[in-house]
């Protein structure tokens, strides 16, 4: 885990120095070339750098270990920070929007922009493109989502930058810088669509849950493997980070031993560590069989998957 962590922390400094290249040099080449489109793509690397900066931060947090304060860990520094990130991606995008409607609304005479904006524009492509590469990379390596979505971040911004260079072709060859000034709003557009998407995925593991519903038959499988555990039900399962920490109810014979019983919840644990992976810990509720459940309020049992 701790060879992981130092993984993460390195392809977090890696982008936070490749960002800071792109986004100097698109600003710059923006700027002199009069381009609003190429100043936006800009902005948006801008606000990269702090995601990265912000993924760092995540990362070394993570890495500490549990204490009294925190009893379950760090993990969730991974979630709070994405959720900052939504923050940070749609601020940029809403200041870009601001600027490119007010050059619209004044009706600003603008010049072409020069051929630079372009070049600038081709290689940001492929910067982007080298570390999305490697993000995605290191993320799948260290099953780490928080940067396979920082991956996927910059592969959207591939997609800002190609729809840049498209209105800067365009604007050239029908000779009205106004289509640059466009590109730029649609650019923030899909800017602050991309940051809501990111805010409301990570409401999920805030409030404790499960994306992959399919978790839940995996883990009643498990049960059904192990001898004495019968009726699994009331399930319940919160992600912190890429773990899961799962508490479930059984049910057992209720004239066997207590030793016994716990050797049926041990099994149930180890069932369910060896069919789920990313398991982080598993607490069984042991109780005798044919118990009532009418007044349990929380949970999935096979009632509620059908």
Known sequence: MQEDHKKIKKASWVSILGNALLSVSKLAVGFISGSMAVIGDGIDSASDILASVVTLIAACLISKPPDPKFPFGYAKADTIATKVLSFIIFFAGAQLAITTITTLVENVTREIPSMIAIYVTVFSIAGKLALSWYQFRIGKATESHMLQANAKNMQNDVLISGSVLLGLVFTYIFKLPVLDTITGLLVSVYIMYTAFKIFMKTNIELMDGVEDK?????????????????KPHRVRIRQMGKYYMIDIDIEVNGEITVKESHQ??????????????????????????????????FGVSREHMK
Do not use: W
């Open 214 to 230: 399919g978790v839940y038959d995996e883990i009643f499988s498990a049960v059904d493997t192990v001898q004495g555990a019968h």
């Open 264 to 297: 049926i919840a041990q099994n149930v644990e180890d069932r369910i560590k060896d069919k789920i992976r990313n398991v982080y810990d598993v607490l069984v509720h042991v109780e005798p069989y044919g118990k009532d459940h009418k007044e349990e309020m």
